[in-house]
């Protein structure tokens, strides 16, 4: 399942506007008010696996420090 941050369908849109590509392009979109990585997953998983996940929260020194961003 392929994803792209916003900021960078953005910038692919903003190319495309100032230069005409030779070929057409589709842009899939979802209708998910809210994706995360843990629902990204489940739906494979449950499309294609046994439908189970593991979920690991992130540990609160990371939290503090960062909490809009998941360390790597």
């Known amino acids: 399942m392929p994803t792209i941050h916003v ?42 696996g046994t439908g189970l996940v593991e979920s690991i929260d992130i540990p609160e020194v990371f939290k503090k420090a960062h909490p809009k961003v998941t360390p790597i």
């Open 7 to 48: 900021k960078d369908l953005a910038g692919m849109v903003k190319k495309v506007y100032e230069s005409k590509p030779e070929r057409k392009y589709i842009f899939a979109v979802d209708n998910n008010k809210k994706p995360t990585q843990k629902k990204i997953v489940s739906a494979i998983s449950n499309g294609i």
